[in-house]
């Protein structure tokens, strides 16, 4: 499904929306929460309930769901993180709560 539907995008580090330093392009691609409604409706449906409760449980507080189809839920493929120079570097796996 990813394969099939994700679009390419690009994240560039030293933005708004980036934790990567300056000089940092991760290349993606994205499955927007529009063809997860259409194609993967289990999913949206898992935001809404189950996921929610995990994360309310662990963080002990009560949470709404983003009601917008577009931006609730979306799924970022990552290949490979390159400098500007074209280099290929490890991807770290990390986890980021807040």
């Known amino acids: 499904m ?3 539907r ?8 030293g933005t ?15 499955l927007t929460g529009d063809d997860i409604a259409e194609y993967l409706p289990w999913l949206r449906e898992l935001y809404g309930t189950s996921f929610r409760r995990i994360a309310e449980r662990y963080s002990g507080l009560n949470l709404e769901t983003d009601s917008s189809v577009t931006s609730a839920v979306n799924i970022n493929v990552l290949r490979a ?3 500007t120079s074209g ?3 490890p991807i770290r796996r990390r986890a980021c709560f807040s």
Request: hydrophobic fraction near 40%; charged fraction near 20%; charge should be positive.
């Open 87 to 89: 280099t290929s570097i």
């Open 81 to 83: 993180v390159r400098d």
């Open 16 to 30: 708004s929306t980036s934790l990567e330093p300056v000089g940092i392009a991760i290349g993606y691609r994205l």
């Open 6 to 13: 994700a679009k390419p995008a690009e994240l560039h580090g």
């Open 2 to 4: 990813c394969r099939a």
